[in-house]
């Protein structure tokens, strides 16, 4: 199947259940929508450029141990990992590019190291349970980090939350034992319970001076340290 140019959206259900469906070539690429539900229950199939999908979404598999996931998927379904097999992959990085809008589940990508979120991304979710996954980078624009987002990520060293974030949900970080320290800007205004649970060796800096009030009661369940007024501490030491 061609795609041609002219055409700017793949609509939902446009190509479902096509078994002997072998190569479809989409000649806008990115410049070309791909709804959920576009393509699905369809075998593995090949674009010219250089993309499988699977399922009904589109990765490219082109760099070894790397995926990027292109802008022209607004949303990534929930257990997405399972459904192309990410879970058991070799695939160490995931870059997900600017257009995105939804993350679903990567839970389980054992071999997975870092993980790139761009600023459409508003809520970073999903990678609960990645064991070797050190480094998460959220973009600025992102408003959230979701519960269980990065929960049992027992290898997590490094992550910088952006000044956009203003919710992290409880069980966000549980059990991130390899993290050693945070900083939580002063837009965070709502932290959930267990946001940092079992995270033994970290020490959280915080912007604002004391906790607001949307931060629940025990959202430092395991009494890691705490700086209050980070930044206003290191401005006047400089």
Excluded: M
């Excluded at 450029?49 to 022209?72: A, K, M, W």
């Amino acid at each position: 199947v061609i795609v041609p140019s002219t055409i700017k959206k793949i609509n939902a259900g446009a190509f479902v259940n096509h078994t002997k469906l072998e190569k479809i070539e989409i000649k806008g690429g990115e410049k070309t929508e791909v709804a959920v539900g576009a393509i699905s229950n369809c075998p593995l199939i090949y674009d010219a450029n250089g993309c499988f999908i699977i399922g009904d979404q589109l990765i490219d598999c082109r760099h070894d141990g790397e995926v990027t996931i292109p802008g022209i998927i607004k949303e990534i379904y929930w257990d997405f990992s399972s459904a192309t097999g990410l879970k058991n992959s070799k695939i160490k990085k995931i870059t997900i590019e600017e257009g995105v809008e939804k993350v679903g589940s990567f839970t389980e990508c054992k071999s997975l190291e870092t993980v790139v979120f761009p600023s459409t991304v508003k809520w970073a979710d999903g990678f609960s349970r990645c064991s070797s996954l050190t480094t998460a980078d959220i973009s600025e624009g992102c408003n959230g980090i979701s519960c269980y987002a990065f929960r049992g990520c027992n290898s997590l060293r490094n992550i910088v939350i952006p000044s956009t974030v203003t919710t992290i949900g409880y069980d966000a970080f549980w059990n991130c034992e390899s993290l050693s320290q945070i900083i939580i800007p002063a837009s965070v205004v709502e932290i959930g319970r267990d946001a940092f649970g079992g995270c033994e060796s970290l020490t959280i800096y915080c912007e604002a001076t004391n906790p607001p009030r949307g931060w629940d009661p025990k959202w430092n369940s395991s009494k890691c340290p705490v700086v209050w007024g980070y930044k206003a501490t290191k401005e006047a030491g400089e």
